[in-house]
Protein backbone atom coordinates (compact mmCIF):
# COMPACT_ATOMS: atom_id res chain seq x y z
CA UNK A 1 0.00 0.00 0.00
CA UNK A 2 3.31 1.98 -0.48
CA UNK A 3 2.55 5.68 -1.46
CA UNK A 4 -1.70 5.41 -1.15
CA UNK A 5 -3.30 7.83 1.07
CA UNK A 6 -5.06 6.31 3.38
CA UNK A 7 -8.23 7.82 5.22
CA UNK A 8 -7.80 6.90 9.11
CA UNK A 9 -11.06 4.99 10.57
CA UNK A 10 -12.68 6.30 13.44
CA UNK A 11 -10.73 4.38 15.74
CA UNK A 12 -7.60 5.53 14.54
CA UNK A 13 -8.91 9.10 14.86
CA UNK A 14 -9.43 8.68 18.88
CA UNK A 15 -5.75 7.47 19.63
CA UNK A 16 -4.61 10.32 17.59
CA UNK A 17 -6.37 12.39 20.10
CA UNK A 18 -5.95 9.90 23.23
CA UNK A 19 -1.75 10.89 21.77
CA UNK A 20 -1.95 14.57 21.25
CA UNK A 21 -3.68 15.40 24.51
CA UNK A 22 -1.17 13.16 26.80
CA UNK A 23 -4.23 10.55 27.93
CA UNK A 24 -1.29 7.94 26.78
CA UNK A 25 2.02 8.04 25.60
CA UNK A 26 1.69 4.67 23.99
CA UNK A 27 -0.71 2.43 22.27
CA UNK A 28 -0.96 -1.26 23.76
CA UNK A 29 -3.86 -3.44 22.30
CA UNK A 30 -5.17 -6.53 23.11
CA UNK A 31 -7.23 -9.90 22.00
CA UNK A 32 -9.01 -11.68 24.72
CA UNK A 33 -10.73 -14.95 23.14
CA UNK A 34 -12.60 -17.00 25.40
CA UNK A 35 -11.55 -20.49 25.59
CA UNK A 36 -14.57 -21.78 24.70
CA UNK A 37 -14.33 -22.69 21.04
CA UNK A 38 -12.72 -22.07 17.50
CA UNK A 39 -12.01 -18.88 16.04
CA UNK A 40 -13.62 -17.48 13.09
CA UNK A 41 -13.20 -15.30 10.53
CA UNK A 42 -15.26 -12.41 12.66
CA UNK A 43 -12.47 -12.99 15.33
CA UNK A 44 -9.81 -12.76 12.35
CA UNK A 45 -11.01 -9.18 12.35
CA UNK A 46 -10.93 -7.82 15.84
CA UNK A 47 -7.42 -9.74 15.90
CA UNK A 48 -6.35 -8.23 13.00
CA UNK A 49 -7.52 -4.63 14.15
CA UNK A 50 -5.97 -4.88 17.38
CA UNK A 51 -2.32 -6.39 15.83
CA UNK A 52 -2.38 -3.85 13.76
CA UNK A 53 -3.28 -0.75 15.55
CA UNK A 54 0.12 -2.16 18.02
CA UNK A 55 2.34 -2.28 14.71
CA UNK A 56 0.95 1.04 13.03
CA UNK A 57 1.34 2.81 16.80
CA UNK A 58 4.63 1.52 17.03
CA UNK A 59 2.58 -0.10 20.68
CA UNK A 60 1.93 -3.81 21.77
CA UNK A 61 -0.18 -6.00 21.35
CA UNK A 62 -1.32 -8.47 23.83
CA UNK A 63 -2.96 -12.20 23.20
CA UNK A 64 -5.05 -12.72 26.50
CA UNK A 65 -6.82 -15.62 27.02
CA UNK A 66 -10.63 -14.34 28.88
CA UNK A 67 -10.55 -17.80 30.97
CA UNK A 68 -12.69 -16.59 34.07
CA UNK A 69 -15.81 -18.43 33.57
CA UNK A 70 -14.76 -22.03 33.95
CA UNK A 71 -18.05 -23.89 32.91
CA UNK A 72 -17.37 -22.90 29.10
CA UNK A 73 -13.48 -23.15 29.19
CA UNK A 74 -11.84 -26.06 27.58
CA UNK A 75 -8.00 -26.62 27.65
CA UNK A 76 -8.33 -27.83 23.90
CA UNK A 77 -9.16 -24.77 22.94
CA UNK A 78 -6.07 -22.83 24.11
CA UNK A 79 -3.88 -24.62 21.66
CA UNK A 80 -6.01 -24.35 18.72
CA UNK A 81 -6.67 -20.33 19.12
CA UNK A 82 -2.76 -19.86 20.01
CA UNK A 83 -1.69 -21.65 16.55
CA UNK A 84 -4.80 -19.09 14.83
CA UNK A 85 -3.65 -16.44 15.94
CA UNK A 86 -0.16 -16.82 15.37
CA UNK A 87 -1.16 -18.06 11.32
CA UNK A 88 -2.59 -15.17 11.11
CA UNK A 89 0.59 -13.13 11.70
CA UNK A 90 -0.68 -11.73 14.59
CA UNK A 91 2.65 -12.01 16.61
CA UNK A 92 2.56 -11.60 20.46
CA UNK A 93 6.23 -12.36 21.38
CA UNK A 94 4.43 -16.18 22.40
CA UNK A 95 3.78 -14.93 25.77
CA UNK A 96 -0.06 -15.78 26.36
CA UNK A 97 -1.70 -13.86 28.96
CA UNK A 98 -4.59 -15.44 31.13
CA UNK A 99 -7.34 -13.73 32.87
CA UNK A 100 -7.38 -16.20 35.57
CA UNK A 101 -3.85 -14.68 36.84
CA UNK A 102 -5.51 -12.04 37.60
CA UNK A 103 -7.73 -13.50 40.26
CA UNK A 104 -6.08 -12.25 43.50
CA UNK A 105 -5.34 -8.63 42.08
CA UNK A 106 -9.48 -8.73 41.46
CA UNK A 107 -10.34 -10.44 44.66
CA UNK A 108 -8.25 -7.14 46.27
CA UNK A 109 -10.13 -4.57 43.64
CA UNK A 110 -13.34 -6.08 44.93
CA UNK A 111 -12.20 -5.93 48.72
CA UNK A 112 -10.84 -2.10 47.85
CA UNK A 113 -14.48 -1.46 46.76
CA UNK A 114 -16.20 -2.52 49.76
CA UNK A 115 -13.71 -0.13 51.82
CA UNK A 116 -14.35 2.30 49.71
CA UNK A 117 -18.72 2.01 50.69
CA UNK A 118 -19.20 0.58 46.94
CA UNK A 119 -19.57 -2.70 46.68
CA UNK A 120 -21.53 -4.87 49.13
CA UNK A 121 -22.65 -8.93 49.77
CA UNK A 122 -26.64 -8.83 48.52
CA UNK A 123 -28.38 -12.44 49.84
CA UNK A 124 -31.36 -11.96 46.94
CA UNK A 125 -31.74 -15.11 44.81
CA UNK A 126 -30.88 -14.74 41.03
CA UNK A 127 -34.97 -14.18 40.64
CA UNK A 128 -35.12 -11.56 42.97
CA UNK A 129 -31.73 -9.50 41.95
CA UNK A 130 -33.95 -9.71 38.37
CA UNK A 131 -37.15 -8.59 39.97
CA UNK A 132 -35.72 -5.55 41.80
CA UNK A 133 -33.69 -4.50 38.82
CA UNK A 134 -36.45 -2.29 37.19
CA UNK A 135 -37.27 -2.36 33.38
CA UNK A 136 -36.44 -0.46 30.22
CA UNK A 137 -38.97 2.04 31.83
CA UNK A 138 -39.25 1.64 35.61
CA UNK A 139 -36.42 2.37 37.52
CA UNK A 140 -35.14 -0.86 40.37
CA UNK A 141 -35.24 -1.29 44.06
CA UNK A 142 -32.64 -0.95 46.26
CA UNK A 143 -32.03 -4.59 47.48
CA UNK A 144 -32.24 -4.64 51.68
CA UNK A 145 -28.76 -5.56 51.89
CA UNK A 146 -28.06 -2.66 50.09
CA UNK A 147 -26.93 -0.43 53.45
CA UNK A 148 -24.68 -3.42 55.60
CA UNK A 149 -21.80 -1.83 57.30
CA UNK A 150 -18.55 -1.80 55.20
CA UNK A 151 -17.73 -4.22 58.31
CA UNK A 152 -19.67 -6.72 57.31
CA UNK A 153 -19.23 -6.27 54.05
CA UNK A 154 -15.49 -7.33 54.32
CA UNK A 155 -16.18 -10.16 56.42
CA UNK A 156 -19.22 -11.76 54.55
CA UNK A 157 -17.15 -11.34 51.48
CA UNK A 158 -13.98 -13.31 52.98
CA UNK A 159 -16.28 -16.00 54.09
CA UNK A 160 -17.79 -16.13 50.68
CA UNK A 161 -14.04 -16.50 49.54
CA UNK A 162 -13.33 -19.26 52.02
CA UNK A 163 -16.46 -21.41 51.03
CA UNK A 164 -18.67 -21.05 54.25
CA UNK A 165 -21.82 -20.07 51.79
CA UNK A 166 -23.51 -22.12 49.16
CA UNK A 167 -23.39 -21.90 45.41
CA UNK A 168 -25.65 -18.88 44.77
CA UNK A 169 -26.46 -18.04 48.15
CA UNK A 170 -25.04 -14.47 47.85
CA UNK A 171 -23.32 -12.05 45.58
CA UNK A 172 -21.07 -9.01 45.41
CA UNK A 173 -22.57 -5.77 43.84
CA UNK A 174 -21.15 -2.86 43.27
CA UNK A 175 -23.06 -0.07 44.75
CA UNK A 176 -23.72 2.25 42.21
CA UNK A 177 -27.04 3.49 41.05
CA UNK A 178 -30.61 1.36 40.94
CA UNK A 179 -32.23 4.22 39.08
CA UNK A 180 -29.65 4.48 36.65
CA UNK A 181 -31.43 4.67 32.94
CA UNK A 182 -28.77 2.57 31.69
CA UNK A 183 -29.58 -1.51 33.09
CA UNK A 184 -26.07 -2.47 33.07
CA UNK A 185 -25.54 0.35 35.99
CA UNK A 186 -28.13 -1.03 38.30
CA UNK A 187 -25.44 -2.21 41.39
CA UNK A 188 -24.46 -5.26 38.73
CA UNK A 189 -23.27 -8.50 40.49
CA UNK A 190 -19.75 -8.46 40.16
CA UNK A 191 -18.89 -11.81 42.07
CA UNK A 192 -20.63 -14.77 42.67
CA UNK A 193 -19.70 -18.37 44.63
CA UNK A 194 -19.60 -21.06 42.78
CA UNK A 195 -17.61 -24.48 43.02
CA UNK A 196 -15.96 -25.19 39.85
CA UNK A 197 -12.72 -26.20 38.85
CA UNK A 198 -10.82 -24.44 37.07
CA UNK A 199 -8.42 -25.46 34.51
CA UNK A 200 -5.49 -23.03 35.21
CA UNK A 201 -5.94 -22.34 39.33
CA UNK A 202 -8.06 -25.45 40.16
CA UNK A 203 -10.06 -25.43 43.26
CA UNK A 204 -8.36 -22.71 45.10
CA UNK A 205 -11.75 -20.15 44.10
CA UNK A 206 -14.77 -20.77 44.81
CA UNK A 207 -15.75 -17.01 44.02
CA UNK A 208 -15.53 -16.13 40.86
CA UNK A 209 -15.31 -12.45 38.91
CA UNK A 210 -18.01 -11.79 36.10
CA UNK A 211 -17.31 -10.19 33.14
CA UNK A 212 -18.01 -6.70 33.26
CA UNK A 213 -15.80 -6.48 36.69
CA UNK A 214 -13.27 -8.94 34.84
CA UNK A 215 -12.36 -7.34 32.12
CA UNK A 216 -11.42 -3.51 33.09
CA UNK A 217 -9.34 -4.93 35.04
CA UNK A 218 -7.91 -7.58 33.12
CA UNK A 219 -6.59 -4.90 30.39
CA UNK A 220 -5.69 -2.27 33.19
CA UNK A 221 -3.36 -4.75 34.67
CA UNK A 222 -1.86 -5.37 31.48
CA UNK A 223 -1.41 -1.66 30.60
CA UNK A 224 -3.81 -1.65 28.07
CA UNK A 225 -4.80 1.82 26.64
CA UNK A 226 -7.36 0.77 24.12
CA UNK A 227 -9.43 -1.66 24.70
CA UNK A 228 -11.59 -2.53 21.32
CA UNK A 229 -14.97 -4.70 21.64
CA UNK A 230 -17.28 -4.98 19.56
CA UNK A 231 -21.23 -3.05 19.63
CA UNK A 232 -22.97 -5.00 21.84
CA UNK A 233 -20.97 -3.91 24.90
CA UNK A 234 -21.73 -0.32 23.74
CA UNK A 235 -24.00 0.00 26.14
CA UNK A 236 -21.22 -1.62 29.35
CA UNK A 237 -18.74 1.18 28.70
CA UNK A 238 -20.41 3.43 31.62
CA UNK A 239 -19.45 0.44 33.76
CA UNK A 240 -16.04 -0.16 32.00
CA UNK A 241 -14.82 3.12 33.26
CA UNK A 242 -16.74 2.88 36.59
CA UNK A 243 -14.69 -0.02 37.63
CA UNK A 244 -11.85 1.27 36.47
CA UNK A 245 -12.23 4.96 37.76
CA UNK A 246 -13.47 3.60 41.01
CA UNK A 247 -10.30 0.92 41.80
CA UNK A 248 -8.20 3.80 40.84
CA UNK A 249 -5.77 2.81 38.43
CA UNK A 250 -3.20 5.30 37.03
CA UNK A 251 -3.67 5.48 33.15
CA UNK A 252 -6.85 3.71 33.12
CA UNK A 253 -7.78 1.98 29.36
CA UNK A 254 -10.59 3.53 27.48
CA UNK A 255 -13.43 1.29 25.46
CA UNK A 256 -14.10 1.30 21.75
CA UNK A 257 -16.46 -0.52 20.26
CA UNK A 258 -16.64 -1.47 16.57
CA UNK A 259 -19.14 -3.49 14.41
CA UNK A 260 -18.85 -7.15 13.84
CA UNK A 261 -17.93 -8.52 10.66
CA UNK A 262 -20.88 -10.59 9.48
CA UNK A 263 -20.81 -12.40 6.23
CA UNK A 264 -23.78 -12.96 3.84
CA UNK A 265 -25.11 -16.50 4.29
CA UNK A 266 -21.76 -17.33 5.77
CA UNK A 267 -22.82 -19.38 9.03
CA UNK A 268 -20.26 -18.01 12.10
CA UNK A 269 -22.56 -18.67 15.28
CA UNK A 270 -21.26 -21.25 17.65
CA UNK A 271 -24.28 -22.99 18.15
CA UNK A 272 -25.69 -24.39 14.63
CA UNK A 273 -21.67 -25.01 13.74
CA UNK A 274 -21.96 -27.96 16.72
CA UNK A 275 -24.82 -28.55 15.15
CA UNK A 276 -24.11 -29.03 12.08
CA UNK A 277 -20.78 -31.47 13.31
CA UNK A 278 -23.01 -33.44 15.71
CA UNK A 279 -24.99 -34.39 13.09
CA UNK A 280 -22.38 -35.52 10.76
CA UNK A 281 -23.02 -33.04 8.10
CA UNK A 282 -19.77 -31.56 8.26
CA UNK A 283 -16.47 -33.37 9.04
CA UNK A 284 -15.79 -31.32 12.50
CA UNK A 285 -14.66 -27.34 13.20
CA UNK A 286 -12.36 -27.57 10.75
CA UNK A 287 -14.54 -28.77 7.74
CA UNK A 288 -13.30 -26.65 4.51
CA UNK A 289 -16.83 -25.30 4.05
CA UNK A 290 -17.30 -23.84 7.44
CA UNK A 291 -15.29 -20.46 8.16
CA UNK A 292 -13.27 -20.97 11.19
CA UNK A 293 -9.91 -20.11 10.94
CA UNK A 294 -8.41 -23.75 11.04
CA UNK A 295 -11.18 -24.51 7.96
CA UNK A 296 -10.38 -22.07 5.91
CA UNK A 297 -6.33 -22.75 6.25
CA UNK A 298 -7.79 -26.17 5.53
CA UNK A 299 -9.27 -24.96 2.67
CA UNK A 300 -6.27 -23.43 1.53
CA UNK A 301 -6.74 -19.40 2.27
CA UNK A 302 -3.89 -17.68 2.98
CA UNK A 303 -3.15 -15.16 5.74
CA UNK A 304 -2.31 -12.37 3.32
CA UNK A 305 -5.52 -12.86 1.31
CA UNK A 306 -7.98 -12.74 4.85
CA UNK A 307 -5.23 -9.62 5.85
CA UNK A 308 -5.96 -8.08 2.59
CA UNK A 309 -10.17 -8.57 3.23
CA UNK A 310 -9.88 -6.79 6.06
CA UNK A 311 -8.32 -3.71 4.95
CA UNK A 312 -10.99 -3.72 2.58
CA UNK A 313 -13.90 -4.19 4.44
CA UNK A 314 -12.65 -1.23 6.60
CA UNK A 315 -13.62 -1.05 10.62
CA UNK A 316 -17.20 0.43 11.18
CA UNK A 317 -19.41 1.85 13.35
CA UNK A 318 -22.75 0.84 12.04
CA UNK A 319 -23.15 -2.93 11.55
CA UNK A 320 -23.28 -4.38 8.03
CA UNK A 321 -22.53 -7.33 5.70
CA UNK A 322 -19.73 -7.90 3.66
CA UNK A 323 -19.71 -10.17 0.34
CA UNK A 324 -18.43 -13.51 0.24
CA UNK A 325 -17.36 -12.38 -2.95
CA UNK A 326 -15.12 -9.98 -1.41
CA UNK A 327 -12.87 -12.86 0.07
CA UNK A 328 -12.94 -15.20 -2.95
CA UNK A 329 -10.93 -11.88 -4.68
CA UNK A 330 -8.60 -11.12 -2.21
CA UNK A 331 -7.82 -15.37 -2.42
CA UNK A 332 -7.12 -14.90 -6.53
CA UNK A 333 -5.56 -12.25 -6.11
CA UNK A 334 -2.90 -13.38 -3.99
CA UNK A 335 -3.04 -16.71 -5.29
CA UNK A 336 -2.64 -15.47 -8.72
CA UNK A 337 1.26 -14.88 -8.61
CA UNK A 338 2.41 -17.27 -6.06
CA UNK A 339 0.74 -20.32 -7.03
CA UNK A 340 2.03 -22.81 -9.32
CA UNK A 341 -0.17 -23.35 -12.47
CA UNK A 342 -0.16 -27.14 -13.61
CA UNK A 343 -2.48 -29.31 -15.28
CA UNK A 344 -4.88 -31.33 -13.65
CA UNK A 345 -8.05 -33.55 -15.06
CA UNK A 346 -11.32 -33.46 -13.01
CA UNK A 347 -13.66 -35.03 -15.07
CA UNK A 348 -11.35 -37.40 -17.37
CA UNK A 349 -11.63 -39.36 -20.66
CA UNK A 350 -8.48 -40.61 -22.73
CA UNK A 351 -7.78 -38.97 -25.79
CA UNK A 352 -5.61 -41.54 -28.26
CA UNK A 353 -3.38 -39.52 -30.67
CA UNK A 354 -3.52 -42.25 -33.47
CA UNK A 355 -0.47 -41.14 -35.32
CA UNK A 356 1.78 -40.30 -32.62
CA UNK A 357 4.20 -43.50 -31.82
CA UNK A 358 3.56 -45.77 -29.16
CA UNK A 359 5.60 -45.98 -26.11
CA UNK A 360 6.93 -42.28 -27.37
CA UNK A 361 7.32 -40.10 -24.42
CA UNK A 362 8.67 -36.59 -25.48
CA UNK A 363 8.70 -33.83 -22.71
CA UNK A 364 7.45 -30.12 -23.66
CA UNK A 365 9.28 -26.93 -21.46
CA UNK A 366 6.23 -25.24 -19.76
CA UNK A 367 6.28 -22.19 -17.47
CA UNK A 368 5.16 -22.94 -13.91
CA UNK A 369 3.10 -19.65 -13.83
CA UNK A 370 2.94 -17.45 -16.96
CA UNK A 371 2.29 -14.51 -15.25
CA UNK A 372 5.19 -14.58 -12.69
CA UNK A 373 8.62 -16.07 -14.77
CA UNK A 374 10.16 -16.22 -11.43
CA UNK A 375 8.59 -19.85 -11.04
CA UNK A 376 10.57 -20.96 -13.71
CA UNK A 377 9.58 -23.64 -15.91
CA UNK A 378 9.29 -27.46 -16.39
CA UNK A 379 9.69 -30.88 -18.17
CA UNK A 380 5.77 -32.22 -19.02
CA UNK A 381 5.56 -35.44 -20.40
CA UNK A 382 3.47 -35.86 -23.41
CA UNK A 383 2.46 -39.29 -25.20
CA UNK A 384 0.27 -41.09 -27.25
CA UNK A 385 -2.31 -41.75 -24.69
CA UNK A 386 -3.93 -38.41 -23.36
CA UNK A 387 -6.11 -37.45 -20.44
CA UNK A 388 -8.52 -34.62 -21.32
CA UNK A 389 -11.66 -33.14 -19.39
CA UNK A 390 -15.26 -34.83 -20.21
CA UNK A 391 -16.65 -31.51 -21.30
CA UNK A 392 -13.68 -30.71 -23.79
CA UNK A 393 -15.69 -32.92 -26.35
CA UNK A 394 -19.07 -33.31 -27.70
CA UNK A 395 -20.51 -35.67 -30.02
CA UNK A 396 -22.90 -32.95 -31.50
CA UNK A 397 -21.57 -29.27 -30.26
CA UNK A 398 -23.47 -26.62 -30.06
CA UNK A 399 -22.67 -23.53 -32.16
CA UNK A 400 -19.55 -21.15 -30.43
CA UNK A 401 -18.41 -24.54 -29.35
CA UNK A 402 -14.77 -24.43 -30.15
CA UNK A 403 -13.40 -27.45 -28.68
CA UNK A 404 -13.14 -31.19 -29.65
CA UNK A 405 -16.14 -32.86 -31.62
CA UNK A 406 -15.95 -34.60 -34.40
CA UNK A 407 -13.65 -33.46 -37.68
CA UNK A 408 -12.98 -30.02 -35.72
CA UNK A 409 -8.54 -29.56 -34.69
CA UNK A 410 -7.89 -27.54 -31.22
CA UNK A 411 -4.60 -26.93 -29.62
CA UNK A 412 -2.95 -29.35 -26.22
CA UNK A 413 -2.35 -26.09 -24.86
CA UNK A 414 1.77 -26.28 -24.65
CA UNK A 415 2.05 -29.23 -27.18
CA UNK A 416 0.41 -29.81 -30.77
CA UNK A 417 -2.52 -28.95 -32.78
CA UNK A 418 -4.87 -32.56 -33.08
CA UNK A 419 -7.68 -32.90 -35.11
CA UNK A 420 -10.48 -35.78 -34.03
CA UNK A 421 -10.90 -38.19 -36.32
CA UNK A 422 -13.11 -40.74 -34.11
CA UNK A 423 -14.61 -41.89 -30.41
CA UNK A 424 -15.98 -44.77 -28.71
CA UNK A 425 -18.57 -45.33 -26.48
CA UNK A 426 -19.88 -47.87 -23.91
CA UNK A 427 -23.11 -49.90 -23.63
CA UNK A 428 -24.51 -47.01 -22.03
CA UNK A 429 -23.84 -44.42 -24.41
CA UNK A 430 -20.88 -43.22 -22.56
CA UNK A 431 -18.00 -41.85 -24.36
CA UNK A 432 -15.33 -43.50 -23.50
CA UNK A 433 -12.52 -42.54 -25.85
CA UNK A 434 -11.81 -39.90 -28.82
CA UNK A 435 -9.27 -40.59 -31.17
CA UNK A 436 -7.50 -38.17 -32.75
CA UNK A 437 -4.29 -37.44 -35.28
CA UNK A 438 -1.80 -34.60 -34.40
CA UNK A 439 0.21 -32.86 -36.74
CA UNK A 440 4.18 -32.60 -35.94
CA UNK A 441 4.51 -28.90 -37.02
CA UNK A 442 2.59 -27.32 -34.69
CA UNK A 443 4.01 -27.82 -31.73
CA UNK A 444 3.86 -24.97 -29.38
CA UNK A 445 6.97 -22.63 -29.67
CA UNK A 446 8.11 -23.75 -33.20
CA UNK A 447 6.77 -20.45 -34.60
CA UNK A 448 4.52 -22.68 -36.60
CA UNK A 449 1.93 -19.89 -38.56
CA UNK A 450 -0.37 -22.13 -41.02
CA UNK A 451 -3.24 -22.26 -39.38
CA UNK A 452 -5.16 -21.26 -36.60
CA UNK A 453 -7.23 -23.37 -34.32
CA UNK A 454 -10.30 -21.59 -31.99
CA UNK A 455 -9.90 -23.47 -29.10
CA UNK A 456 -7.07 -24.61 -26.10
CA UNK A 457 -7.11 -27.70 -23.97
CA UNK A 458 -5.66 -28.90 -21.49
CA UNK A 459 -4.84 -33.00 -20.62
CA UNK A 460 -2.04 -35.27 -18.85
CA UNK A 461 -0.08 -37.45 -19.74
CA UNK A 462 -1.60 -40.52 -19.02
CA UNK A 463 1.41 -42.95 -19.11
CA UNK A 464 2.88 -40.47 -15.57
CA UNK A 465 -0.22 -39.03 -15.03
CA UNK A 466 -1.33 -39.51 -10.90
CA UNK A 467 -4.53 -40.57 -9.34
CA UNK A 468 -5.93 -38.35 -6.80
CA UNK A 469 -8.97 -37.49 -5.34
CA UNK A 470 -10.77 -33.60 -5.45
CA UNK A 471 -13.55 -31.27 -3.33
CA UNK A 472 -15.60 -29.01 -4.57
CA UNK A 473 -17.13 -26.68 -2.47
CA UNK A 474 -20.48 -24.36 -2.57
CA UNK A 475 -21.63 -22.49 0.32
CA UNK A 476 -23.16 -24.74 2.86
CA UNK A 477 -26.14 -23.03 3.28
CA UNK A 478 -28.50 -21.84 0.07
CA UNK A 479 -27.29 -19.04 -1.35
CA UNK A 480 -30.30 -17.43 -2.81
CA UNK A 481 -33.60 -18.74 -0.11
CA UNK A 482 -31.36 -17.32 2.55
CA UNK A 483 -29.56 -19.26 5.74
CA UNK A 484 -32.55 -19.85 7.73
CA UNK A 485 -35.83 -22.27 7.09
CA UNK A 486 -39.12 -21.14 8.78
CA UNK A 487 -38.78 -23.30 11.25
CA UNK A 488 -34.99 -21.99 12.66
CA UNK A 489 -33.25 -24.71 10.74
CA UNK A 490 -30.39 -24.22 8.39
CA UNK A 491 -31.37 -24.31 4.80
CA UNK A 492 -28.59 -26.02 3.61
CA UNK A 493 -27.35 -26.67 0.02
CA UNK A 494 -27.43 -30.05 -1.37
CA UNK A 495 -23.93 -29.56 -3.45
CA UNK A 496 -22.11 -28.02 -0.85
CA UNK A 497 -19.71 -30.92 -1.15
CA UNK A 498 -19.03 -33.26 -4.44
CA UNK A 499 -16.00 -35.45 -4.41
CA UNK A 500 -14.34 -36.45 -7.56
CA UNK A 501 -12.63 -39.61 -7.11
CA UNK A 502 -10.38 -40.02 -9.45
CA UNK A 503 -8.76 -36.99 -11.27
CA UNK A 504 -5.63 -37.29 -13.19
CA UNK A 505 -2.63 -35.15 -12.44
CA UNK A 506 0.39 -34.27 -14.50
CA UNK A 507 3.88 -35.79 -12.83
CA UNK A 508 5.03 -32.20 -11.17
CA UNK A 509 2.55 -33.05 -8.51
CA UNK A 510 4.47 -35.82 -7.19
CA UNK A 511 6.65 -33.23 -4.98
CA UNK A 512 3.19 -31.85 -3.24
CA UNK A 513 3.04 -31.88 0.16
CA UNK A 514 -0.12 -31.35 2.63
CA UNK A 515 -0.90 -27.44 2.39
CA UNK A 516 0.62 -26.86 -1.15
CA UNK A 517 -1.33 -24.80 -3.26
CA UNK A 518 -1.69 -24.93 -6.92
CA UNK A 519 -3.83 -23.12 -9.97
CA UNK A 520 -5.38 -26.60 -11.83
CA UNK A 521 -5.50 -24.55 -14.78
CA UNK A 522 -8.45 -23.50 -16.46
CA UNK A 523 -10.37 -25.24 -13.09
CA UNK A 524 -9.21 -23.07 -10.01
CA UNK A 525 -6.79 -22.78 -7.36
CA UNK A 526 -6.34 -25.98 -4.84
CA UNK A 527 -4.63 -27.12 -1.99
CA UNK A 528 -3.33 -30.08 -0.69
CA UNK A 529 -5.82 -31.41 1.95
CA UNK A 530 -3.79 -31.41 5.62
CA UNK A 531 -6.30 -34.13 7.01
CA UNK A 532 -6.98 -36.56 4.69
CA UNK A 533 -4.40 -36.89 2.31
CA UNK A 534 -1.86 -39.74 2.89
CA UNK A 535 1.45 -41.36 1.38
CA UNK A 536 -0.55 -43.44 -1.28
CA UNK A 537 -3.36 -40.81 -2.26
CA UNK A 538 -3.28 -37.22 -2.57
CA UNK A 539 -6.11 -35.24 -1.60
CA UNK A 540 -7.25 -31.33 -2.85
CA UNK A 541 -9.56 -28.80 -1.49
CA UNK A 542 -10.54 -26.42 -4.14
CA UNK A 543 -10.24 -23.24 -2.78
CA UNK A 544 -11.85 -20.91 -4.89
CA UNK A 545 -12.68 -21.09 -9.00
CA UNK A 546 -10.63 -19.18 -11.58
CA UNK A 547 -14.07 -16.32 -12.40
CA UNK A 548 -15.09 -13.81 -10.11
CA UNK A 549 -17.85 -11.40 -10.44
CA UNK A 550 -16.86 -9.28 -7.89
CA UNK A 551 -15.06 -5.97 -8.09
CA UNK A 552 -13.65 -3.72 -5.40
CA UNK A 553 -15.57 -0.74 -5.33
P1 LIG B 1 -19.29 -15.89 22.37
O1 LIG B 1 -20.47 -16.08 21.49
O2 LIG B 1 -18.83 -17.14 23.02
O3 LIG B 1 -19.30 -14.70 23.28
P2 LIG B 1 -17.42 -14.39 20.88
O4 LIG B 1 -17.49 -14.48 19.41
O5 LIG B 1 -17.83 -13.15 21.55
O6 LIG B 1 -18.19 -15.63 21.32
P3 LIG B 1 -14.93 -14.19 22.28
O7 LIG B 1 -13.93 -15.25 22.49
O8 LIG B 1 -15.56 -13.57 23.45
O9 LIG B 1 -16.01 -14.85 21.37
O10 LIG B 1 -14.38 -13.09 21.29
C1 LIG B 1 -13.09 -12.60 21.31
C2 LIG B 1 -13.06 -11.27 20.63
O11 LIG B 1 -13.46 -11.37 19.26
C3 LIG B 1 -13.99 -10.27 21.26
O12 LIG B 1 -13.28 -9.07 21.44
C4 LIG B 1 -15.11 -10.12 20.28
O13 LIG B 1 -15.69 -8.86 20.34
C5 LIG B 1 -14.40 -10.37 18.95
N1 LIG B 1 -15.33 -10.84 17.93
C6 LIG B 1 -16.16 -11.90 18.01
N2 LIG B 1 -16.90 -12.02 16.89
C7 LIG B 1 -16.54 -11.01 16.07
C8 LIG B 1 -16.95 -10.58 14.75
N3 LIG B 1 -17.90 -11.23 14.06
N4 LIG B 1 -16.35 -9.49 14.22
C9 LIG B 1 -15.39 -8.84 14.89
N5 LIG B 1 -14.96 -9.19 16.13
C10 LIG B 1 -15.53 -10.25 16.72
MG1 LIG C 1 -17.74 -13.32 24.11
Redesign the pocket.
Known amino acids: MEGEVISKNFIEQEIDRDLEQGRYDKVVTR????P??YL?I??A??ILLNYGLAVKYGGTFNFRF?DTNPTKEKTEFVQSIMDDVKWLGADFGDKAYFASDYFDAMYEAAVKLIKKGKAYVCDLSAEEIREYRGTLTEPGKNSPYRDRSIEENLQLFEAMKNGEFPDGSKVLRAKIDMASPNINMRDPVIYRIARMTHHNTGDKWCIYPMYDFAHPIEDAVEGVTHS???LEFEDHRPLYEWVVNEIGFEHPPRQIEFA???LKNVI?G?RYIKKLVEDGIVDGWDDPRLVSIAALRRRGFTADSIRRFMELSGVSKANSESDYAMIEYCLREDLKLKANRYMAVLDPIKLIIDNYPEGQVEYVEVENNQENPEAGTRQVAFSRELYIEREDFMEEPPKKYFRLFPGNEVRLKNAYFVKCVDYKKDENGKVTEVHCTYDPETKSGSGFEGRKVKGTIHWVSAESAIDAEARLYENIVDEDKGKLNEDGTLNLNPNSLVVLEHIKLEAAFKEAKPGDKFQFLRNGFFCVDVKDTTEDKLVFNRIVSLKSSYKPA
Open positions: FPPENGHGHKSDICTKLYTK
